[in-house]
């Protein structure tokens, strides 16, 4: 069974940064597509970026690119989300997923997901 606990999230200033952890069990990240969402109230979840084949392939969202760095420690089974220039609009809680094969930006392609983690970006 495939488990993932997000961390790291919290307050922080605008044009600030902010780094999010997602702990993976069950899963191999060769195999596995991890990816981070996110989503404000009343919007859909929205696609931040992704990472598969142990690190080799990433992709971002349009909003992000530039400014997030995904990444991933395959020894310690963890992806990372770092968050840079954030905005104010990318208030949300940010969750991780996974899914066994290729990326996708579809959230209802992704098997698994975190209980989410808040982030907040403040004036």
């Known amino acids: 069974q495939v488990q993932l606990v997000e961390s790291g999230g919290g307050l922080v200033q605008t044009g600030g940064s902010l780094r999010l952890s997602c702990a993976a069990s069950?899963?191999?990240?060769?195999?596995?597509?991890m990816c981070w969402f996110r989503q404000s109230p009343g919007k859909e979840r929205e696609f931040v970026a992704s990472?598969?084949?142990?690190?080799?392939?990433?992709y971002y969202g349009d909003t992000v690119k530039g400014r997030f760095t995904i990444s991933s420690d395959n020894d310690k089974n963890t992806v990372s989300l770092q968050m840079n220039s954030t905005k104010i609009e990318e208030t949300a809680v940010y969750y991780c997923?996974?899914?066994?094969?290729?990326?996708?930006?579809?959230?209802?392609?992704?098997?698994?997901w975190g209980q989410g983690t808040q982030v907040t970006v403040s004036s």
């Open positions: 069950g899963c191999t990240f060769n195999t596995y597509t």
């Open positions: 997923a996974a899914r066994h094969g290729k990326t996708t930006v579809a959230y209802a392609a992704y098997e698994y």
């Open positions: 990472i598969t084949r142990g690190g080799a392939i990433t």
